[in-house]
C-alpha cells in the first residue's frame, strides 16, 4: 500500500462521512455521528481490504461483513453506492417509504445478510457464517463491526466465547470505540484494556488501534487470518469524527445536523474527499459452490399405529431421516440434545452439528447465520429457553431469515419439573413473530411429516414437542401440510367442535369417547398448523355444529391456540371456549396436572355439557 | 474454626447429600448429583458463615442466598430443613403436588426471594439485591450458587459486567465447577483458569479451591467483603460427590438413582453424616429496617386538555411526580432514559436509578431483585428490547415478582428508524407472562394514572407508550383502574364498537367524526387495560351494536388486542373484526406506515362501511 493509495482511502472515508451527513439531514432522522466514528475502518475494509465481487453481493466466496451497529446504516449503504452497486444519488431517499435504504438496515437490500438494528446481535451470525464457511470448504472471511456500547449486551459475549473455541480465525471482528452511548457516555470510555482483558479471556486475539489511522488499520488488517484465534481490533475513535464542531461530544446521538450544520461539515470535508468508484478491489478466489440443493424426495416412515413415541423423539428420527439425504440440513442444541433428541443427529453428523452450549441467543443468531449461507439450520431446546432467543428471533422476522426451531417440553404435561421448565407461553412469542409458521403435531407421524414441510419450506417455523410418549395415530403416509388440520371425528349430529393439539388432543379423544356413551357427538380437529391456521376447515366444523367451538392447549390463555382460533373465526359469528392453564402452574404428576388446570378429558367433557 | 466444626460440617454435608439422594429416588426424578456437587460449600455456607435468622428467613437484614443453579433445589431444601425451619421428613415429598418443595424454587417457600430454574439469572437478581442492600444501608451479603454450564449464558456477563461497575464487595458468587452439563461435559472442564480470567476482566475478585474441601471453602469465605470487588468463588466439584460408583461420571445429569443404587450411596454416606439443627449460627446484625411503605397519596396532575404530550414523556413526568413522594420506587434504564424519559427521574434521584446500559436481560433480573427486597423497581427501555429479557420476564411471573416495566417507541407509529425499532409483539410476549397487567394509555393523563396504579399494585404490569405526541384528552382527576376501559363516543344508533388503544385510538376518533358526517354513529372505547381485559363493559358495548367490533392496534394481529377482545368476547357471540398490522413493516414517515399497514382513521371507516 503505498502513499497515494492512503491518501484516496482517507478521501473514501470523508466521501463516506459526506454522504452519511448528507442523507440523514435529508431524511431529518438518523445516525450520522455513529457513521463518521467509523468511517475510516469501513473505508480501509471495503476499499483496499475485504475480498468480494462488489457487483454481484451474493457470489458465494464473498467476504462477509455484518454491521452489527446497525444505526449506522448510513455508512454502510455509502459504502456500497462508491463501490459502484447503485448511485449515489440513491443515498438522498434514505429513510423513504419508497427506498429500501431503510433507518437500520434489512435484507431488502442485496448487500445485507441479516437485519440488524438491535445491538449485540451481529457476532453471533458472524459465529455462524465462519462455522459455515468451514463446512462449505470456503475461504471468505466474516468481519462484524461493532460498537462499544453493544459489548454490554451478553448475547456479544455468548458469540464471543463460541468463537473462541471453535478457534475461528476466519472471523474478525472491529470494535468501534467511540466511548459515546446514546444517553450518556458507556462505563469504559476509550480505555480499550477493558475490551482487550475481555476478549483475551475468551479466547480472542486482539489490537488495539487509532481508528482514525487508516496505515494502523491497513497494518492490522495484514495479520488477519494468522494464527488460531479469531481476531478482535479495537479502533478507538471519535463519535462525529472529521466534523469539528461535533465530534467526541455528548448530546448526539441519533441526531441529524442541520441544514446549516451539514453544509458547514461538508465544506470541512470537501477539500479531502474522494469518491472510491472504479477502484480495483481485491477478488475473492474462484472455489466451487456448494451443493445447496433440496432432494427429490425424503425416506419413508415405518410407525405403526398405536406405537407409543414422544413428538420430540419424532423430531430426532426425523431430523436423521432427512439430514441423510437433506446436505443443506445444519443443526444446534443448548446442552439439551439428549432431552430434544437432536443427539441422534449429533452423532450421525458431527461436522454438520454445533453443540451451542447453554447460549440460546447465540444459537438462534448462528442459525440464521447459516440460513444466510443457504444452509437450513434447526436449532432445539427446551421451548421456554427458546424465550431467552425472542429478541433474535423478532429480527430474525424482520430478515425473513430460513429458521427451523424445536421446542421441546411444553406445558403442565412435563409435569414434576414444574413451571421454570414448562414453556407455557411459546405459542404466543412465536405466532408474534413476523412470517413465522407455528406448528404443532400430536404425534410421531406428523411431527416427521413437520420436520419435512419445515425442511422445504422457506422462512422461520417453530416445531412443538411434547415430553410424554403418545400413541401414534396416523398413518405412514399421511400428508401434513402447513397451514391445514386434520378432522379426527365428526358426524352429522355433533353438538360441539372441539380443537385441540398435542397433548390435550388425546385428552379430546378420550372425551369424545366418555361423550359419546352418553350420546353427545363432538367434532375433533387436531391443529397441528396454529399459524397458519386452517381457518377455513375450522369454519366449516364450526358452522356444522352450531358455531359452538372448544379449543383446549396445554398453554396460558394468552396468545395461544384458543387466542388464534378466536382471532380467526370470531368476524364469521363462531363462539370460541377457551380451555387453557389459567393458573401459574405447580409440580406434580403430568395427569394430575392437566386435570388439575382444566385440559384433561374431564374438562373437556364438563365443558362440552355446559354449552349443550 | 475448630477441628470438630470441621468434621462437623463435613457431616452436615454428607447429610444434605442423604436427603438430595433420598427425595429424588422418592420422587422417581430430579438432580441429585447436581446436589451433590455443592454440598459442601452449602454446608460451609448456611452452617457457618451466613449470617442470618433460620426462624425467619424474611428478616430484612438476613445473607441472601439464591441458587441461581435451581435444579439443585433439593439440596437448598436439606438445609432449610436441617436449620430447623420445616421437618426434615417433609423432604420426601419433593416434587409432589400437595407440597412446595417444587421441582425448581419458587417463592411459594418463604426462603426462596425469586423462583430459580432457567439457568443463568441468578446472578442478575444478586446485583440487584446488593445495590438494594446499599440503598438501603443495610449490611447483609448476597451470595449466589452458580453452575459452570450456565456461565456460558451472556446474561452471567451482564451481571457480572455490572457488578464489577459497582464494585459490589457485598456480593459473592460461587460457581460449582463439577466439569459436567446436561447433555456433555462443559467446553473447559476442571480448567478455573478460564473462568478466572473472565471474572478478572470483569473487574470482580477471584478464589480458586477445592470445592470439597470444608478448610479451604471457610479459609476464601473469612475474606469476603475484602477489598472494594466482588468476589467469585471458582470451586472444582466433582458432580455425584460422595457416592462412589456415580461421581465424575457422565450420563447422570438430572437423574434419581434407583432405591438400590440409593441404599447403596446412603451406606457410604451414613456413617460420616451428621444432622445440623441446634448448631448455633452467625446471627445478622439489627440494623434498622428500611422504610418500604406506600405514601398516603399522590401530587396532583396539572395537564391541560389538548396539551400534546407522548405517553412515554408522560411516563417520565409520572416517575419523577410519584417518585419524590413514593420513596420505594427505584428505576432502571438500558441506556434509552433520553427516550423513554426515565432521566427526569435519573437526575432527580441518582441513587435510586441504576442505568443499565445496553443489557435488558440484567437490568430485568436486577429490578426483579430491589422487587424481592420489598422497592417497587420501574425498568425503561424501547419495547422491542424487552423482548432480549423475555425469559427473566417468564421466571419473575413465576416468582410473583413486583416488576414495573414501561417500553416506549412501539409500532409503526415510530416511523423512520424501521422495524428493528418498532415493538410490534410486545402486547402478545407481556399478555403471555404468568399473572401480568399490560396497559396501554393513549394520552398523558391516562399514562400518570397507570403509573400510579403500576406502583400501588403488586406484581408484573407493562406499561406501552408511544413516541409521538398525542393530545390529552381526560381530565386531570379522570381515574384508570387496571381492568377497566373508556367509553370516548356513543349513542343508541351506533352501528359499531370500535376498540383502539394508544396511537389509533387517536384514528378511531378522526374515524368517528368522518362517518358522522354520512350519518353512521360508532362507539369508540379506550382499551387502555389490554389485560385484564375490560369484558363485561365491552360486552355491554357490543351487544349494544348488534355484536360487531372492530379492533385497531399498532401492533402484529397475534396475541395483541384484537386477539384479546376476540378470545373474551366470541364465547358470547361478538364478532370481532381486527385490524392490525398484517405485513412487515418498511422505515417510512408514521402517517404513511399507519396508512400503508391499514390502521389509520381511513382504513377504520373503510371497515364499518364495509359491516354495514
Not at 364 to 375: D, E, L, P, Q
Request: proline letters at 6%.
Amino acid at each position: 500500500m503505498n502513499d497515494i493509495d492512503i491518501e484516496s482511502l482517507k478521501g473514501i472515508a470523508n466521501q463516506l462521512r459526506i454522504h452519511s451527513i448528507a442523507s440523514t439531514t435529508t431524511a431529518g432522522s438518523g445516525h450520522p455521528t455513529s457513521c463518521c466514528s467509523a468511517a475510516d475502518v469501513v473505508a480501509a475494509l471495503f476499499f483496499a481490504h475485504m475480498r468480494y465481487d462488489p457487483k454481484n453481493p451474493h457470489y458465494h466466496n464473498n467476504d462477509r461483513f455484518i454491521l452489527s451497529k446497525g444505526h449506522a446504516a448510513p455508512l454502510l449503504y455509502a459504502a456500497w453506492a462508491e463501490t459502484g452497486l447503485f448511485p449515489a444519488e440513491d443515498l438522498l431517499k434514505l429513510r423513504q417509504l419508497g427506498s429500501d435504504l431503510e433507518g437500520h438496515p434489512t435484507p431488502r437490500l442485496p448487500f445485507v445478510d441479516v437485519a440488524t438494528g438491535s445491538l449485540g446481535q451481529g457476532l453471533s451470525v458472524g459465529v455462524g457464517m465462519a462455522l459455515c464457511a468451514r463446512l462449505d470448504n470456503l475461504d471468505y472471511r466474516t468481519y462484524v463491526l461493532l460498537g462499544d456500547g453493544e459489548c454490554a449486551e451478553g448475547a456479544m459475549w455468548e458469540a464471543a466465547s463460541l468463537a473462541g473455541i471453535h478457534q475461528l480465525n476466519n472471523l474478525i471482528a472491529v470494535v468501534d470505540v467511540n466511548r459515546l452511548g446514546q444517553s450518556q457516555p458507556t462505563p469504559f470510555g476509550h480505555d480499550t484494556a477493558v475490551y482487550r482483558k475481555r476478549f483475551q479471556a475468551f479466547g480472542w486475539r486482539t489490537e488495539e488501534i487509532d481508528g482514525h489511522d487508516i496505515e494502523e488499520i491497513l497494518e492490522v488488517l495484514a495479520a488477519v487470518g494468522l494464527g488460531s484465534q479469531p481476531l478482535v481490533i479495537l479502533a478507538k475513535t471519535l463519535k462525529g469524527s472529521g466534523i469539528s464542531f461535533i465530534q467526541d461530544k455528548e448530546g448526539w446521538h441519533g441526531k441529524p445536523l442541520s441544514k446549516e450544520e451539514a453544509a458547514k461539515a461538508i465544506a470541512e470535508l470537501q477539500p479531502t474527499a474522494k469518491s472510491g468508484v472504479g477502484r480495483p478491489l481485491p477478488p475473492p478466489s474462484q472455489l466451487p459452490a456448494p451443493k445447496n440443493d433440496p432432494p427429490a424426495s425424503y425416506p419413508p416412515l415405518s410407525y405403526k399405529l398405536g406405537d407409543m413415541v414422544a413428538t420430540r423423539e419424532a423430531y430426532g428420527n426425523a431430523l436423521l431421516r432427512i439430514g441423510e439425504v437433506d446436505l443443506r440440513i445444519v443443526a444446534f442444541d443448548g446442552d439439551t440434545k439428549n432431552s430434544t433428541y437432536s443427539e441422534k443427529f449429533a452423532k450421525k453428523f458431527p461436522s454438520r452439528f454445533t453443540e451451542s452450549f447453554i447460549a440460546e441467543q447465540n444459537m438462534v443468531g448462528m442459525a440464521a447465520g447459516f440460513g444466510a449461507r443457504r444452509k437450513v439450520p434447526f436449532a432445539s431446546s427446551f421451548a421456554c429457553f427458546f424465550g431467552r432467543a425472542t429478541d433474535q428471533l423478532r429480527v430474525a422476522g424482520i430478515s425473513r431469515a430460513n429458521l427451523k426451531l424445536a421446542g421441546s417440553h411444553v406445558g403442565v404435561s412435563i409435569g414434576e419439573d414444574g413451571p421454570s421448565q414448562m414453556g407455557l407461553e411459546d405459542l404466543a412469542i412465536m405466532r408474534a413473530i413476523a412470517g413465522s409458521a407455528v406448528l404443532y403435531p400430536s404425534d410421531a407421524v406428523c411431527a416427521e411429516k413437520l420436520v419435512e414441510q419445515m425442511a422445504s419450506t422457506k422462512g422461520i417455523c417453530f416445531l412443538r414437542t411434547s415430553r410424554p410418549k403418545t400413541p401414534v395415530i396416523y398413518n405412514n403416509d399421511e400428508q401434513f401440510p402447513i397451514g391445514g388440520a386434520k378432522i379426527l371425528r365428526q358426524s352429522a349430529s355433533d353438538k360441539v367442535t372441539v380443537v385441540a393439539a398435542g397433548a390435550t388432543l388425546f385428552e379430546a379423544l378420550k372425551a369424545a369417547d366418555a361423550l359419546k356413551t352418553e350420546g353427545i357427538g363432538i367434532t375433533i380437529i387436531d391443529a397441528y398448523s396454529v399459524k397458519p391456521l386452517a381457518k377455513d376447515l375450522l369454519l366449516a366444523s364450526a358452522q356444522k355444529t352450531n358455531n359452538l367451538v372448544v379449543t383446549v392447549e396445554d398453554h396460558y390463555p394468552e396468545g395461544g391456540l384458543g387466542d388464534a382460533v378466536a382471532g380467526e373465526l370470531s368476524a364469521d359469528g363462531v363462539k370460541v371456549h377457551k380451555l387453557a392453564v389459567y393458573e401459574l402452574p405447580h409440580s406434580g404428576k403430568p395427569e394430575e396436572l392437566l386435570a388439575k388446570y382444566g385440559i384433561d378429558a374431564n374438562a373437556i367433557v364438563a365443558k362440552v355439557k355446559a354449552l349443550l
